[in-house]
C-alpha cells in the first residue's frame, strides 16, 4: 500500500523514491503483504508465519537469548554470526589450541562441540491479547496498573495448555496500547560445527565495524540436537540432529540493485516514538557521556592485546563487547544530525497538534519532564558505564550486592550458587594489573565530569589517574576480589568454594575490602542522590509516552505504524541499493573478494589474511561462487530496517531463499533505532555466496555442503 508521506517539503527528492518511509520491523502475524508484493514479493504472508502448517518462521530461531539464527538443512544445521558465537569459539580455545585465530570445522557430527547452557528458541504461534491483559484496568494508573496487568497476564498464561518444552510470554507493545502472546519452544544442546578464522570471520575488526564498504566473513554453523523423538532435550551423546519443520534453499543467484528481499529476526530494542525532546538529550548528552567512558577503556586495552597474545585472547569477547557500542553511538549522533532528526521530530509534532490539539498538552509535559530529568539521566549514563567498562568496579558491585544479600536475609544457596558461577567466569578472563589501569582512568573521568551533588564525599581525590592507579594497584595486593586477598587460606583464583565456605569470614573480608568500599560508595552516592528521582521521573515520562503512542496512532490515519522492536520476532523488508550518505560519496551495493585483498595488511590485527585464501584468491579458485563480475561477492547492503538481535538473521529473496546473512548497518545509519531515513539506513549481509566459498573452497567441508538445499 502506498503511503501518504507527511512532511513532504522536508524531504530531499531523492526520499521520495523509496518506499518504508518510516522503515518497519513489523510482528509476523500483521505483515504489510500489500507493499511487500508491490516491492516484489513473490511468496504470500502465510508462507513467512503460519501457526497451523511449516512455514519460513519454523527455520528461523533467537540464538542465545540475544541474536537470530536459522536452519539451512534437514539435520538441524544453523547459520548465524561468527560475533554471535564468538563466546563459544572462545570458549573452547586456548593459547596452544587457539580457534578464534585458526577456526574451527568438524570433519563430521561426531566432531561437533558442545556448549553447556545456550539455547535457541522457536516461536510455534503468536496472536494478540490486548483485551484479557487490559480487563479491568480502566482508571487505573501507577503501581495499581502495572499489578492488574501483572495479575491479567498470570491468569491467561496458566489458562494456556503447553508442553513442559513450551512457554508463553506475554508482551507488551506500542508503550502499552497493546499485548501479545508468544509460544516459546526451547531447545537446549547446541553444539559447534564450524567457524572460519577470525581474520575471515572478524576481517576489519573494530576499524570497519559499522562501516561500509566491508568486506567480513561474518559467520559460524551450529547444529541443533534433540531426542528420539526430536523434541527438546538437556545435552546427551544420545541425542541426534534436529529435523525441522522447514529448512531455508539457499541461493547463489547474482543480486542485482532494487531486488526485493527481507530479513526474518529478533530486533532487540527501538525507540521509534519518542518525542523530539528525548532525541535531542540522547543525541547531545546521553549518547556523548557514555563514549567517553568506553573512550579510556578501548585504547587502555587495546594497547595491551596488541603485544600480548595470551591478553588478545582472553579480552578479545569483551573488548568486541565494548566497542560495539560506542562506535554505534558515534554513528547515531551523526545519523541524528544529517538527518535533521530534531526537526523533523518537532515538525511532526506541531502537525498532529494541527489535527488534535490535545496532543499539545502531551507534548508540552514530555517536554518538561525530560528536562527536570536531564541532569539525572546524565549521571546515571556515566554511572552505569563503570562496571561495564572497569571489571574491578564490576567484582565490587557483584560482592558488595553478596554483603547486602547475606546481612538482609536474601541470600540463598541457588543465588550463592549462580555468583560463584558468574565469578568463575569473569575470574577465567580477568587480569588485575590491565584492569588496575582501566578503572584508574574511568575513575577519574567520573570524578572530573560529575557535578559534586552525585558524588561521595571527599571524591574528588580520583581526579587524577596516576594517582589512582598508585592507589589501586595498593589496593590490589591484599583484596579479595582482585585475588590478593585470602580467606580460609584461599584466594579467587586458587579456590573460589572454600573462600564462600565461611559465610561470616568471607563477609568480614569484603566489608573490609577497599576496593568493594569504593564501589559501595559510589553506589550509594548514586541510589541517594538519583536512583529514585530518575526512576520516578521515568515512570511518569512512560506513561505520558503511552499517552502519545495512543494519540499518534488515532490522529495519522496516513501512517501505517509497527510496534517498537523488544526482542520479538520481527520481519523487515526493502531492495538491495547502494547508498550516497555524503556530498560527492557514493557508496555500490555489492563488495567482493578483490576488496578483501585490496584491504589485506600482513601481520595485522585486523586486516591480516590466511595463506590459503590468498591462494584461492591469487589462483582465482572460485568454482561457481563467482558472479558475473567473475569475483566471488562478499557483502551487499539493503534497505532493511533492523538493530542489535538482527545480527544472525536470515535475509530472504522474494521465494523465501537464504541470500544473505544480516550482520551489520552502515554506520550513516544506525541511528535507525531513533530515527529511520531511507536515504542513509542500510542493513550489511555477507553474501551465500561467500559463505559457501569458504565452506567449499577454504574449509574443505563440503559434507556440510551435500546437507543443504542450494538454488542454482
Known sequence: MKRKILLSALLLPAVMAFAQQYGGMWIPTELNEKEMKSLGMKISAKDIFNPDKASIKDAVVQFDGGCTAEIISPKGLLLTNHHCGYDNIQSHSTVEN?????????????????????????????????????????????????????QNTDAYVTSQKTESYQKISVRSMYYGNKFYAYVIETYKDIRLVGAPPSAIGKYGSDTDNWVWPRHTGDFSMFRIYADKNNKPAEYSKDNIPYTPKHFLPISVKDKKEDDFTFVFGFPGRTTEY???????????????????????????LDEKMRVDNATRIKYASKYARISNAWKKWQGEIEGLKKSNAVGKKQQYEQSLISKNPAIKTTIDGLNKLYNEQAPYALNRAYYSELPRNAE?????????????????????????????????????????????????????????????????????????????????????KTSIITGGGTVNGATVYTDINKVFADQKALVQALKNDPLVQLYTSI???????????????????????????????????????????????????????????????????????????EKYIPGDYEFDLPKKLINLYNTKDYGVYKDKTGDVPVNFT??????????????????????????????????????????????????????LFVVDKYADSKWLLNEMKIVK
Open 274 to 300: 519518542l518525542p523530539a525532546v528525548a532525541v535531542e538529550k540522547i543525541m547531545t548528552e546521553i549518547d556523548p557521556a557514555m563514549i567517553s567512558v568506553r573512550d579510556v577503556t578501548l585504547k587502555t
Open 638 to 691: 539493503a534497505t532493511n530496517h533492523t538493530t542489535g538481535g538482527n545480527s544472525g538473521s536470515p535475509a530472504l529473496d522474494a521465494h523465501g531463499n537464504l541470500i544473505g546473512l544480516n550482520f551489520d548497518r552502515q554506520w550513516e545509519g544506525t541511528m535507525s533505532d531513533i530515527n529511520y531515513d531511507p536515504k542513509l539506513c542500510r542493513n550489511i549481509m555477507v553474501d551465500t555466496k561467500y559463505i
Open 392 to 476: 574491578t568496579l564490576a567484582l565490587g558491585s557483584l560482592f558488595g550486592s553478596y554483603v547486602d544479600a547475606v546481612e538482609n536475609g536474601t541470600s540463598s544457596q541457588k543465588s550463592v550458587d549462580n555468583l560463584k558461577s558468574r565469578l568463575a567466569e569473569m575470574y577465567k578472563d580477568y587480569e588485575s594489573a590491565l584492569d588496575a589501569k582501566v578503572t584508574a582512568k574511568v575513575l577519574a573521568l567520573y570524578a572530573n565530569k560529575t557535578p559534586q551533588q552525585f558524588l561521595p564525599a571527599g571524591f574528588e581525590k580520583y581526579k587524577d589517574v596516576n594517582q589512582n592507579l598508585a592507589t589501586i594497584e595498593n589496593w590490589a
Open 98 to 150: 587457539d580457534l578464534l585465530t585458526n577456526g574451527f570445522w568438524a570433519k563430521d557430527m561426531n566432531g561437533e562441540l558442545p556448549n553447556p547452557g545456550v539455547t535457541v528458541d522457536f516461536i510455534t504461534d503468536i496472536k494478540e491479547v490486548t483485551k484479557e491483559i487490559l480487563a479491568g484496568t480502566e482508571g487505573l494508573t501507577g503501581k495499581d496498573l502495572d499489578a492488574k496487568i501483572k
Open 523 to 597: 553506589r550509594t552516592a548514586y541510589v541517594k542522590s538519583t536512583h529514585e528521582k530518575v526512576t520516578a521521573l521515568q515512570t511518569n515520562i512512560d506513561a505520558l509516552q503511552k499517552t502519545f503512542m495512543a494519540q499518534q496512532m488515532e490522529t495519522d490515519k496516513d501512517r501505517k505504524f509497527f510496534p517498537d522492536a523488544n526482542s520479538t520476532l520481527r520481519v523487515t523488508y526493502g531492495k538491495v541499493k547502494g547508498s550516497e550518505p555524503r556530498d560527492a560519496v557514493s557508496y555500490g551495493y555489492q563488495t567482493h573478494l578483490a576488496g578483501v585483498m
